[in-house]
Nanobody
Framework: QVQLVESGGGLVQAGGSLRLRCTASGRTDSLSAMGWFRQAPGKEREFVAGFSWIGGITDYADCVKGRFTISRDNAKNTLYLKMNSLKPEDTTVYYC???????????????????WGQGTQVTVSS
C-alpha cells in the first residue's frame, strides 16, 4: 500500500503563487507515475499534471501549461506542484495520485490511478 499526503494549499490573491507538496510513504519502491488532479464541487476530477520517474517526463493540462510546474525530490519521496499566475478559476481541491506498481507512464484519466491523497484546498481571490 501507498499513502499520499498533500500540503501547501491555502488562500492567495490572483496572480500569486503556491507550491503544493505530496509526500509518499509505504511501498514507494516502484517507479509508478504520479499526477495532480483537481475537483470542484459537482464536477468530475480533472487532470492537472503528470510525472514519470523514468526520464522525468511531464504532462500538463492545457489550462495550466506555462503556469504550473510538476517536479519531484527522489530522496524525500515527494512530488511538488508549483503554481504561478494563479487565477480565481484555479480555486478548488487539489489531489495527488499514484498509479499502480509498474505503471510508469502518467495518464490523464483519474481511473488509471490507484492511490490518492486526502486533498488540499487552493483558493484564489480576485
Amino acid at each position: 500500500q501507498v499513502q499520499l499526503v498533500e500540503s501547501g494549499g491555502g488562500l492567495v490573491q490572483a496572480g500569486g503563487s503556491l507550491r503544493l507538496r505530496c509526500t509518499a510513504s509505504g511501498r514507494t519502491d516502484s517507479l509508478s507515475a504520479m499526477g495532480w488532479f483537481r475537483q470542484a464541487p459537482g464536477k468530475e476530477r480533472e487532470f492537472v499534471a503528470g510525472f514519470s520517474w523514468i526520464g522525468g517526463i511531464t504532462d500538463y493540462a492545457d489550462c495550466v501549461k506555462g503556469r504550473f510546474t510538476i517536479s519531484r525530490d527522489n530522496a524525500k519521496n515527494t512530488l511538488y506542484l508549483k503554481m504561478n499566475s494563479l487565477k480565481p478559476e484555479d480555486t478548488t481541491v487539489y489531489y495527488c495520485a499514484r498509479r499502480r506498481r509498474g505503471a510508469v507512464v502518467p495518464r490523464r484519466e483519474a481511473e488509471q490511478y490507484d492511490y490518492w491523497g486526502q486533498g488540499t484546498q487552493v483558493t484564489v481571490s480576485s
